[in-house]
């Protein structure tokens, strides 16, 4: 049965898509004579000056700091999520949500409506977050299950998979934490995702994922419009600013696409390329571009999880060979590690020890091609080196997975049928 309905969808998954991989083989993200920041801003990079930001790797430390800034808040609240969903867990967090609407202040909140379909072992623990309206909370789901959306089924394979917030224009939040049970809001009872959240005191990335965040509410939205005047915008005060940003924003408004972001830093790579890419379902392109990079003697560490559905890991498993047959350096979890149902879920590059690429993007075709994503590139030596520093406290749970292993996963616990289904649908 599984197997036939991914053959009733297979031309819907190839046909439905917001960008492409081509920039990974094409021009001019493959011109060793163009810089990696012309790269960059030709594939649609804002670029941003940006202040060190406050960095999050445990999930309730991060929740802590979100209810913080949930409290404080005076003006308005924007946030987008993948998944989102009440808990337990999470109840303080959105009782100071709701009570900051009924105070007032402009809450507005994004939820793919792919959350009412968690498919997560977590699912039992969580409630839909509907009653937040009743504060006063603006919420919207984008691209629920309707009769229009059925005589245009495309529309249903396209999802906004970004992670962000914006506090009264001062503050921006960013990475791959969803607002659910599992990533931010268990007490014990299944482990916590190791992710990832970045907190940045600026308000130039605020006005730009305002910006954002304002375009695609006006689109899913038929009757509770935005204005854009009504948020307030600031400029920070360039003696704090000492960072270089490239803001990617795959999404409605604008032409930036998250291919064009990894195959300018992968081009231009000239010595090192550490990945921690979540789900590295790869297509031809992204592969060739890759391989490339090793031919010309970079060196390419992917770092991969254990995913407790099942139905995942069979496609991972199923590909990995592929990977390390390429000449990668591939290290993964495995089932005997200390805490064997922390999913690895963190999204990073580092590439050259000088460019960071933090945000919601997993490095494979589906956020490449069929996902609204939000990423962005540091150009920082400082920040490569802490980035470097947590993937090496990570990799202490893994092991290197050689070409034998590997092809023994794929004969004894690969499927083809669910590789299928994950690389097309995530």
């Keep these: 049965m599984k197997k036939f309905i991914l053959f009733l969808l297979l031309p819907l998954l190839l046909t439905s898509c917001v960008s492409s991989t081509k920039p990974f083989v094409s021009e001019p993200y493959t011109n060793p004579s163009i810089s990696i920041e012309g790269k960059l801003m030709y594939g649609g990079a804002t670029k941003i000056d940006l202040p060190t930001p406050e960095c999050y790797f445990e999930a309730k430390e991060f929740l802590a700091r979100y209810t913080e800034l949930i409290k404080e808040a005076e003006d308005y609240i924007l946030i987008s999520t993948f998944l989102g969903s009440g808990c337990e867990g999470l109840d303080d967090f959105y009782t100071a949500l709701a009570e900051k609407a009924e105070s007032g202040v402009d809450v507005y909140v994004i939820l793919d409506a792919v959350s009412s379909l968690d498919m997560t072992e977590s699912k039992k623990y969580m409630y839909p977050l509907y009653f937040l309206k009743d504060s006063g909370v603006h919420l919207i789901e984008y691209a629920p299950m309707s009769i229009l959306r059925i005589i245009a089924p495309q529309n249903l394979i396209i999802r906004d998979h970004r992670k962000l917030v914006v506090v009264d224009g001062k503050t921006a939040v960013l990475g791959g934490m969803n ?4 990533s931010l809001g268990s007490d014990d009872v299944i ?7 970045y907190v940045f005191n600026s308000s130039n990335l605020a006005s730009a994922l305002t910006d954002e965040f304002v375009t695609i509410w006006n689109q899913i939205s038929a009757t509770d419009k935005m204005d854009r005047s009504d948020f307030d915008s600031y400029v920070d005060e360039s003696e704090k600013l000492n960072l270089e940003g490239y803001l990617f924003n795959q999404g409605p408004g604008t032409n930036a696409s998250m291919s064009a972001l990894f195959s ?3 081009n231009g790579a000239e010595k090192e390329i550490v990945m921690l890419p979540y789900m590295a379902l790869l297509d031809n392109n992204m592969f060739e571009c890759l391989k490339a990079a090793v031919a010309r003697g970079v060196k390419v560490k992917m770092y991969l999880p254990i995913d407790s559905r099942d139905y995942v890991q069979k496609a991972l498993y199923y590909d990995y060979y592929r990977l390390v047959e390429a000449g990668f350096e591939v290290y993964y979890e495995f089932s005997g590690r200390a805490h064997n149902n922390a999913l690895l879920h963190q999204k990073l590059a580092v590439i050259d020890g000088l460019y960071t690429v933090i945000g919601s993007a997993n490095f494979n075709y589906r956020s490449m091609k069929s996902s609204f994503e939000i990423a962005l590139v540091i150009k920082s030596n400082e920040f490569a080196s802490s980035s470097l520093e947590q993937v090496n406290d990570i990799s202490r749970d893994m092991m290197v997975l050689t070409l034998d292993e ?15 289904f994950s690389y097309y649908g995530g």
């Design 179 to 182: 607002m659910n049970y599992i």
């Design 191 to 197: 482990d916590l995702q190791k992710d990832s959240m």
């Design 264 to 266: 300018s830093l992968i």
């Design 406 to 420: 590997a092809i023994k996963l794929k004969k004894e616990k690969g499927n083809v049928f669910n590789y299928l």
